[in-house]
């Protein structure tokens, strides 16, 4: 069975399989120590690229933008058994009902992109605000970014190495 077929797409949300969930815990992890060593040896670039993600999320209550954001992937992803980077290669590899699910992928879009300007007053800024210290090495003080980052990589790393095992 291959990773782009609807069937192994939806074993990952019933936890039958972990294919994906190794592919994504591995990339977290590979990132996390990349975004440490940029935190190590390009300081300032590092505090720029952070300082206007922590903007963004600020922007967005936390229920009505994020989490209802989620949610809607997730359910799309099950319903359709296709996540967003396996779609055209489920077209391409001939998956029934592959076509539908990319039309209903450009419809979303155009929909979201139509809407999004009252959806963004009107909805994703109501609702709880994330707390201003959006980072956990500001919970943290006596551990730097650095420090934090490269310790959850090498736990994810470790984690996919366990559940490759």
Not at 129 to 152: C, E, H, M, N
Request: glycine share 12%.
């Amino acid at each position: 069975m291959a990773v782009y077929e609807p069937n192994v797409i939806r074993d990952q949300f019933l936890f039958q399989r972990f294919l994906m969930l190794k592919m994504f815990l591995g990339a977290m992890g590979t990132s996390a120590l990349c975004v440490s060593a940029l935190a190590l040896f390009v300081p300032t670039k590092f505090t720029t690229a952070r300082k206007a993600w922590q903007e963004g999320q600020l922007e967005r209550g936390v229920l009505s933008g994020t989490s209802f954001g989620a949610l809607l992937l997730g359910v799309g992803m099950a319903v359709a058994g296709a996540c967003p980077g396996m779609v055209l290669v489920q077209v391409g590899s001939g998956v029934p009902n592959s076509g539908l699910t990319f039309f209903g992928g450009l419809c979303g879009a155009f929909v979201y992109g139509t809407f999004e300007p009252w959806l963004s007053r009107s909805f994703f800024a109501k609702g709880p605000r994330p707390p201003s210290k959006v980072y956990a090495d500001k919970y943290i003080s006596y551990i730097g970014f650095s420090t934090l980052a490269g310790l959850l990589g090498v736990v994810m790393l470790a984690v996919t190495a366990v559940l490759e095992w």
